[in-house]
């Protein structure tokens, strides 16, 4: 098992058989996890898992239980059918969300970014993309919830949206606030240009989804908010590799 932390959001990479033997140390990781990094967020990751018995939802449910009382959540990741099906089956899907066309609906806080960075990371993972395609797409949406946070909603507890969808070779994410919005998209997404200098704000956050992204459209309107949509085609730069012949 491997446990990779981000902020408050904690993500478990499940084996390939989940079985009683497995939950037993999941759960106990986890909950040292949880209690020493005060998480807030479980993403339970099934891409490599092809068997789960009622351990599986047994440890899931224990998570969603340890964390519903802090206002946390459970999700769950790249399940195949069988996996759904199962989840779906014991009621569990009821109140642990399950990723497909994701959609993430969250708090505008600055505790969040983190949650939401890892949160599309993980639906992208089932493109097989590379270690710089991740960083590539979390540093994008990292901009662009920030700028939601600190532009959209002036630092105020909002929501904002956040949607995924897998098409081909390509994940396209839409990022969406219903704040302020901005008068002039075109001179926002300048280089250097911040409304808020005080903040030490570098005005570069467009231009990191525009360098990082192969994609990127914003839309906005003052006093509804903005929508950021973005496009990363995955593994462009592997098609012309060569295998060497032995």
């Not at 949206?161 to 919005?181: F, K, P, T, Y």
């Not at 002039?184 to 990191?208: C, H, I, N, Y």
Request: contains cysteine; glycine residues 8%; negative net charge.
């Amino acid at each position: 098992m491997k446990y990779q932390i981000e902020e408050n959001c904690l993500t478990i990479f499940l084996p390939k058989e989940l079985d009683h033997h497995q939950t037993e140390e999941i759960r106990r990781e986890a909950d040292r996890q949880i209690e020493r990094n005060h998480v807030k967020y479980v993403i339970f990751d099934f891409g490599e898992t092809s068997f789960m018995d009622s351990s599986g939802i047994g440890v899931m449910m224990g998570r969603y239980r340890k964390l519903s009382l802090t206002g946390g959540e459970v999700w769950a990741a790249n399940l195949n059918e069988r996996m759904k099906k199962i989840l779906k089956m014991s009621g569990a899907a009821k109140i642990i969300r399950i990723y497909e066309e994701e959609r993430l609906i969250f708090d505008s806080c600055s505790e969040n970014e983190g949650f939401a960075r890892v949160a599309v990371a993980a639906f992208l993972t089932q493109l097989n993309p590379t270690l710089e395609e991740v960083a590539d797409v979390k540093t994008a949406v990292s901009e662009a919830v920030t700028n939601a946070v600190i532009h959209g909603y002036d630092q105020e507890i909002h929501k904002i949206r956040i949607r995924c969808r897998i098409s081909g070779h390509a994940m396209e994410i839409e990022i969406r606030d219903e704040g302020n919005g901005i008068e002039d998209v075109e001179k926002a997404m300048q280089p250097m240009f911040t409304t808020r200098p005080e903040l030490d704000r570098s005005g570069m956050g467009f231009a990191f989804m525009e360098a990082f992204m192969d994609e990127l459209e914003v839309e906005s309107e003052p006093g509804k908010g903005t929508t950021v949509r973005m496009k990363k085609n995955i593994g462009s730069g592997r098609d012309g590799w060569i295998v060497p012949q032995s």
